[in-house]
């Protein structure tokens, strides 16, 4: 069964300094299943993996300072699956819209 690979990257824009999303991302990509999660609070980074039936991958979330009181949240993606699972959705989108979906949920719990 042939494998895609493909990296994927799509970037927000977030109110405020960068530093107190960072427990915010890495609880969304936790409660939407990846798994080793790490933050590396001097970069600004949250990287985890993902691993499923149908899909695993690597993400790695950025938090750029951007201009006034915004941040910028860069999500790269590179995920693999299988072409009769994967359809036409790339994996890397799917693992992006995964976090995506986290953490708009997060903010929606939180009130954010």
Excluded: C
Aim: hydrophobic fraction near 40%.
């Amino acid at each position: 069964m042939a494998i895609r690979r493909r990296a994927e990257e799509e970037e927000f824009v977030a109110e405020g300094d960068g530093r107190p999303w960072l427990p915010t991302v890495a609880g969304a990509l936790g409660e939407r299943g990846f798994t080793a999660i790490n933050v590396h609070h001097a970069l600004r980074q949250v990287d985890a993996d993902y691993r499923s039936r149908s899909l695993r991958g690597k993400i790695v979330v950025t938090l750029l300072p951007g201009a006034g009181n915004v941040t910028s949240i860069n999500a790269r993606a590179i995920g693999e699956g299988a072409n009769l699972r994967v359809g036409f959705a790339s994996p890397g989108r799917r693992l992006i819209a995964r976090f995506r979906d986290g953490l708009a949920a997060s903010l929606r719990s939180t009130g954010g």
